[in-house]
């Protein structure tokens, strides 16, 4: 299983970024994925994830309003949209698979892991 994060940088707040996962290694449109972020000094925590049945989304409360997950299977690829975003939001972001269709915000439901790609969201 392998997921490769892109697509972060610098912003402003109030300004968007849109980050890509590109999975392999596993029969993609069988697992969910979802998004997690780490910011220094804090523990890692669950943003947004996608079940692969129905693409049923789900997001946390923080987020909620301002950043959309997707999925394209034919392209294995799960993208986050994130408008409106926060200096709270400066994280290292990773994508993440369930090895289940079963879309959690529960960071030990997931054994398989990205790199991350650090966002960083200026005052």
């Known amino acids: 299983v392998q997921l490769v994060e892109s697509g972060g940088g610098l912003v402003q707040a109030g300004g968007s970024l849109r980050l890509s996962c590109a999975a392999s290694?596993?029969?993609?449109?069988?697992?969910?994925i979802g998004w997690f972020r780490q910011a220094p000094g804090k523990e890692r925590e669950g943003v947004s994830c996608i079940s692969s049945s129905d693409g049923s989304t789900y997001y946390a409360d923080f987020v909620k309003g301002r950043f959309t997950i997707s999925r394209c299977d034919a392209k294995n690829m799960v993208y986050l949209q994130m408008n409106r975003l926060e200096p709270e939001g400066t994280a290292v972001y990773y994508c993440?698979?369930?090895?289940?269709?079963?879309?959690?915000?529960?960071?030990?439901?997931?054994?398989?892991w990205g790199q991350g790609t650090q966002v960083t969201v200026s005052s």
């Open positions: 993440a698979a369930p090895g289940s269709n079963i879309a959690t915000l529960t960071i030990n439901d997931y054994p398989y």
């Open positions: 290694g596993f029969t993609f449109d069988d697992y969910a």
